[in-house]
């Protein structure tokens, strides 16, 4: 088999894993605060989808007394939630821990979608019955029920108000500052826009302001390629969908190598992350070609559904041809879409979106950084399997991550499972008609 050259750990850099820590958990209910002991703390999950959600999943497992259990779901809507985990790397070689490092340090509030205070009550009676005794148990040493919490920032309450109102001579990014303001949404990150134009007048119907970001997206379009709407746990994201990586953090490393390497060829194998002296653009990471599957129906989905596209302007009685240049058997299929919207760039989001679907890469991991795991990087994929790296080899960006962190000894260990699609490579060959 014919291998690449995919050597990229040297003697003076660092093999690392990432591990968790809880620092603390305080739940606050009204006045009264308590704090949860860390070790109390089972297990927390963060579910990312970046294209199709708004928000992430957080969902945190805690050993917790039936009687402050009740109290949290009695007070649901005034409960918040404040924690801090931390994260710090692990050298492989030398076995030396580095410094704690904030990971989350956020206050969250209580998610529930169904109550019922009936079988609430009849919980807490059972639970009760069972110790033979008519007084819960508030010791840390008595009666002990695993519950998980779902949770969210404090400011998607704000993203879920209604809105409704009339811009005047304005651009979109003076829209997208004022919906975010408006919800309290702060840490922000925003590609510059391709739409610069200026509007007469944008009407915002009644809508909640996530979905109104949307509207505007939708209605106006932010880029060219289609935009990626996210508000994450630690910050927020409304990006460019094709450009490589077009806003991020001062100091923050950009670019992500990963780095697939044939398990039979390296004996001496070992997945992690790599931090090299002197390199604060780029994070490296290995990983073995037995944690990656790829999905690649490129031929297959241009045949059926096309990655070419018409887009009929019904405002101005106009057309645009996009054309993608993708692989094709005899022809490709073209997608008719109808325009009635002021979208200038409908048919090339269609088109992008279309062409990263056909290349899919999902990655199982474990012990990553999740700070270096963000949908505004680029993602490099090099296979040491020449025959794939000629086929994959490309940047990519992350769609979706789903981290588990469960309890390892005196750490959490973070395990992963991490979707990508293809962004480069895409070419265009555009014509209007009118």
Known sequence: MATENTSIYTADDQLVEYRYKIESVFILIKDESFEIPAERVIKWKIDADYEQATFPVFGINILLESSRYYKIISNRNDVRFKIRFQSYNHDKHTEHDSLMKDCINEEFKLYIEDYNSDYEANLKKEINNSLNKEEDVNELDGLQ????????????TGMRSTINTVFN???????????????????????????TKVYDSIVIPP????????????????????????????????????????AWEPDEITNVIICVLDKTENGTYQPGGILKINDNKN????????????????????LITGTDAVSIDSQNS???????????????????????????????????????????ISLATEGIDIKHFTPNKSFKFIFQDASLNNKY???????????SFNKNGDYF???AALSFKRIDGFDTNENGES
Do not use: W
Request: net charge positive; proline share 1%; glycine share 2%.
């Open 393 to 403: 080899n490309g940047v990519y960006r992350l769609v979706r991550s789903i981290y």
């Open 145 to 156: 029920n695993e519950v998980e919490f779902f949770l969210f920032k404090s400011y998607v």
């Open 318 to 360: 106009s057309t645009e041809n996009i054309s993608s240049n993708s692989k094709v058997i005899d022809s490709n299929n073209t997608t008719v879409l109808f325009n009635d919207l002021s979208n200038p760039y409908m048919a090339t989001a269609y088109t992008m979106m279309q062409y990263s679907n056909s290349t899919i």
């Open 169 to 195: 001579y304005c651009n979109l990014t003076t829209a997208i500052a004022y919906l975010l303001n408006r919800a309290g949404v702060k840490n922000t990150l925003l590609s510059p826009l391709d739409n």
């Open 413 to 415: 260990l973070l395990t």
């Open 283 to 302: 994070y490296y990471y290995n990983v073995s070609s037995d944690v990656i599957t790829i999905n690649s129906k490129s031929i297959t989905s241009n």
């Open 207 to 246: 809508l909640t302001v996530d979905k109104a970001l949307r509207f505007l997206n939708n209605n106006f379009g932010f880029h060219k390629y289609g935009t990626m709407i996210f508000f994450d746990l630690y910050r927020n994201y409304i990006i460019d969908y094709k450009e490589r990586c077009s």
